[in-house]
């Protein structure tokens, strides 16, 4: 086994493979192969060297790009990566801003992968045009800078209410749904859950093992929607504790949300 090799992590499900490939500073990007055809998709390209390491790596070859936003940590390294044959997919909403698209896809339309479904989701907030992508038959989801573990983006664009609204669909997946997304921001952001959720037996277990995770060298994606929804501070807007830990008892979900939201930009 190469070095390079022996660095990446795998996740199985269903007839996906699916590796997380660290790019930059704290970005992944994923490489996920699908046995029964043998497409490999690439999920965001932050850089293109990373993403070539690994697929030499692998011994895989790249077939199709699924882009979630427009932001360069998840585009930059589309054009080097882009070999012909190569497809680029991403939203039609954002394709001014996009790298040259070969698809376009429509938030809230199915495609199709091979044999695999994909759903495009809209998940305004981060930025207007952000698109998540849902994968019901192996149940994955690739949520960009929509959803982190025990996290969500910056409203750099959007909206609360747009991101509430985003957040709020996908804690409509099933909660074994498997979440791989676009930044290892999780020490932080167990950090900050802790001062708006600090009875949580839950999230106190779930740090300890982020802890643990990390320390060991390890990565904390992928999560899953279940874990989330006990655990991360703004999914958890929805909880009476919550909404009392911050002063806002029986305020509405998407009001807790923004303060939440607000106090973590502060912090």
Known sequence: MSNALSTLETTEAGTLKIVSVPCLNDNFAYLVRDEASGNVALIDAPEAGAVEGALHALGWTLTHIFITHHHGDHVDGVPALRAPGVEVIGSAQDMGRLPPLSQTVTPGESVHWGEIEIRVIDTPGHTVGHV????????????????????????????????WGGLSALMDLPDETLVFFGHEYTATNADFALTVDGDNALLHERVNAVIDTLENGGRTTPTTIGLEKATNPFLRAVSPDVARSIGLADADPEIVFAEVRRRKDAA
Do not use: I, K, N
């Not at 969500?152 to 664009?157: N, T």
């Open 132 to 163: 998540v992508y849902y994968m019901p038959g192996p149940g994955v989801l690739f949520s960009g800078d929509t959803l982190f573990a025990m996290g969500c983006g910056r409203l750099f664009e959007g909206t609360a209410q747009q991101m």
